[in-house]
């Protein structure tokens, strides 16, 4: 309302684009995206700390793209259900277990997966596990790296070739490489994406640098983000009564009490997944233009930093009649049937296998729990705290009262 529908912000020679409305994001954002693909570029965390190997911070690396993609797509995702369904349990179990953790909880049940998915190793695993506790410092590091105008070398990249500049950054390079290229020298096993570099490196012409960080790419951007989505899920669910009964209805009426969610249910609940994709709507991932950009006679120039602003574009008086209000029944058609565009809202290259964790996971979270926020502590929606490389909720508490008495018996 002040700024205008898109305004620029300038630090030294970067230029950032905010878009901060829906047709202004459309316009822009949809209709250019092809020159939008590529991400931010930090000298300081993109080129030294990951040797420009890791695919979140990468410039259009088609190649390394399509290594993660074919592994990935839907069909592939597919694969991964029993393992989903398996983690997914324990997580149900847990948080009945011990509600006020269910925070950690998410967190060792997206790490627990991802290592599966990218490693083969089986079983739970602990967050505060040497490995895992390693890769947790690793993704600070590169945290760090990626605030603006900490390293000059983002704004004075001949820097970067100075051998005693950035010893600081280099280091943490070699810590990263040698730590995915422990998790990568051990035994694999089948339905395994480290096992699926390995016999497929020449095909995929990947070196072993590559090879290694596309595997730790996985872990690093997947467990982290899947972490927080689901404590955002968590707090959704215990932020909006009406919306929680809603979904409930459907999960009662489709699944009952004598069983389990499965994936089978997926076309028969699709309020889950429209409660699911709302949620997405919380916080973005900006792009960076590989070439000049037109719009309403204005120019973003090319290597200008462009944000959507999800929040701002969700509050669009346009397009919600009512934008504070939490609302996942726009994803819905009028016969209550999933949006054609819902199901490929979310296109990063793990989108298949996240929209398929979130859905199974919110699913037996509603069904197995009634969820709401706790009097003595209320939450607070817009607290969201940096963390690693990912934003996620501050600690928050929600009261979790059982729905289905032989649910413990049911998730074995």
Request: aromatic residues 10%.
């Amino acid at each position: 309302e002040e700024y205008g529908l898109v305004f620029t912000l300038c630090s030294g020679s970067n230029i950032t684009v905010i878009i901060g409305r829906h047709q202004a994001a459309v316009d822009i954002m949809e209709k250019e995206g092809a020159a939008l693909v590529d991400r931010l570029r930090w000298t300081a965390a993109s080129e030294i700390v990951l040797g420009g190997m890791r695919l979140l911070l990468l410039q259009c690396g088609e190649r390394l793209r399509k290594a993660l993609h074919t592994h990935l797509q839907a069909k592939a995702a597919k694969d991964y259900e029993p393992l989903q369904m398996h983690y997914t349990a324990n997580l149900i179990r847990n948080i009945a277990g011990n509600p006020t953790k269910h925070m950690d909880y998410a967190k060792e049940y997206a790490a627990s997966f991802i290592l599966s998915l990218v490693y083969g190793r089986m079983g739970s695993i602990a967050t505060n596990e040497p490995e895992i506790a390693a890769i947790g410092r690793s993704l600070k590091c590169v945290g760090s790296a990626v605030r603006p105008e900490v390293y000059m070398v983002d704004e004075y990249p001949f820097l970067q070739y100075l051998p005693f500049y950035c010893c600081d950054l280099r280091s943490w390079h070699d810590e990263e490489l040698s730590l995915y290229q422990r998790q990568i020298a051990g035994d694999t096993v089948k339905l395994c994406f480290a096992k699926y570099l390995l016999e497929n490196q020449a095909k995929l012409q990947l070196n072993h640098g590559e090879l290694v960080y596309l595997a730790g790419t996985m872990f690093g951007a997947g467990s982290t983000t899947t972490a927080s989505a689901i404590s955002v899920v968590i707090m959704a669910v215990a932020c909006f009564l009406q919306r929680q009964t809603w979904v409930q209805e459907e999960v009662d009426a489709v699944v009952g009490h004598n069983r389990v969610p499965t994936f089978d249910d997926y076309i028969d609940l699709p309020r889950v997944l429209a409660f699911v994709l709302e949620s997405y709507w919380w916080r973005p991932v900006g792009g960076s233009a590989s070439r000049d950009i037109i719009w309403q006679n204005y120019c973003l120039p090319k290597d200008a930093i462009v944000i959507g602003d999800h929040w701002s574009i969700c509050q669009d008086p346009s397009v919600s009649a009512n934008p504070e209000e939490f609302d996942p029944t726009h994803w819905l058609n009028n016969d209550g049937s999933l949006r054609s565009d819902a199901s490929v809202y979310r296109v990063c290259p793990g989108g298949h296998v996240a929209n398929c964790l979130l859905f199974i996971t919110t699913a037996l979270l509603l069904w197995a729990f009634r969820i709401s926020e706790d009097d003595k502590a209320p939450i607070n929606q817009w607290r969201f705290r940096g963390e690693e490389i990912s934003i996620t909720p501050e600690a928050f508490e929600v009261c979790f009262e059982r729905k289905v008495e032989k649910m413990n018996e049911l998730l074995k």
